[in-house]
């Protein structure tokens, strides 16, 4: 300040004050990775509470309401047990094939729908993303924490069917390792939205190739067919057994069709691919964090 102000600054009661420049931040400025995280953290209500308020509301104009949640893989089961089980055959050999092709369908559409739903997560709520200040983050988590919670009667389902559809299948201790299978794949799923919802958010063209990706993975992940048709062809029955979706179905039947334990190679790639994706898909996500918000 000049004398002159300084003087006029005395005569008026007010004084100078010196501020730290280095606490301030400028509005909507993308913190540091682990700041970030930490933010997210801080706003784990609402993400529990966005993911109840949109189950609650999503089949709220259906007559059959959440009947629909059901009823759509069971559907999805009995046409493709028509197809590949009763017209092509590719249940010979597997036993309990109903069951094996059950587990298959609910399995895999739980991460479909989760993965979908993930990569729309910032293009599908714009006026937010626009209207408030906030990690984005919260969006993809919250989508897939809705998908799970949403699934949980579909899940209950699957195990009712197991359970009564012959041959009857035993429980033991082993279907509680089902859950830890589940909290793979969740995170799995995690990872691919946060990484998709960035790509969608800048490029929203590759919303329309998800659905031609996620049919492709079907096809290779042994919904509805066994890997044993492919012991002829060591290559690509590796690639297909480094398929983590292939490791979901294939440790979800070990341990509720077969009473076996996963073979530890599951558990290695299945694990390495739901903590890969998720690191980099929050790393990825992270870093576009400014961009969301003006790209639209």
């Known amino acids: ?20 420049r280095s606490q301030l931040r400028r509005v909507g400025a993308r913190p540091g990775y682990f700041r970030y995280l930490k ?20 089949s709220s104009t259906d007559v059959l309401g959440r009947f629909w949640m059901l009823l759509n ?15 092509l055959g590719t249940g010979r050999g597997i036993p309990n094939f109903i069951a094996y092709l059950i587990i298959g369908v609910f399995m895999f559409r739980y991460t479909t729908s989760a993965v979908t739903s993930g990569s729309k ?13 906030f990690p984005r983050a919260t969006l ?11 699934n949980i009667p579909t899940f209950m389902m699957m195990f009712a069917l197991v359970l009564i559809i012959p041959p009857l299948e035993p429980i033991s201790w082993k279907w509680f390792m089902f859950l830890p299978i589940l909290a793979l794949q969740f995170l799995m799923n995690l990872g691919l939205g946060l990484i998709l919802a960035r790509l969608v958010a800048q490029w929203n063209d590759i919303s329309h190739l998800i659905s031609f990706a996620t049919r492709a993975w079907l096809y ?3 919904v509805f067919f066994s890997a044993d048709r492919f012991a002829d062809h060591p290559a690509l029955l590796t690639v297909m057994h480094a398929n983590p979706m292939f490791c979901v179905l294939d440790m979800t039947r070990d341990v509720l069709l077969y009473d076996t ?22 790393i990825v996500f992270w870093r576009a964090e400014e961009s969301y918000g003006r790209e639209f």
């Open 121 to 133: 997560a910032i293009t599908g709520n714009r006026n937010v993303v626009k209207a408030f200040s």
């Open 73 to 87: 893989p069971i559907l999805n089961g009995a046409t493709y047990y028509f197809v590949f089980g009763f017209i």
């Open 39 to 58: 933010q997210l953290w801080t706003f784990r209500s609402f993400i529990l509470f966005d993911s109840k308020a949109r189950i609650a509301g999503k």
């Open 220 to 222: 290779m992940s042994c």
């Open 1 to 20: 300040m000049t004398d002159g102000s300084s003087a006029l600054a005395k005569g008026d009661g007010l004084r100078e004050v010196s501020v730290d």
């Open 261 to 282: 334990w996963p073979g530890y190679e599951r558990w290695i790639v299945l694990g390495a691919w739901s903590l890969g994706l998720t690191i980099i898909g929050s």
């Open 140 to 150: 993809p988590i919250a989508v897939n924490v809705r998908e799970l919670l949403a």
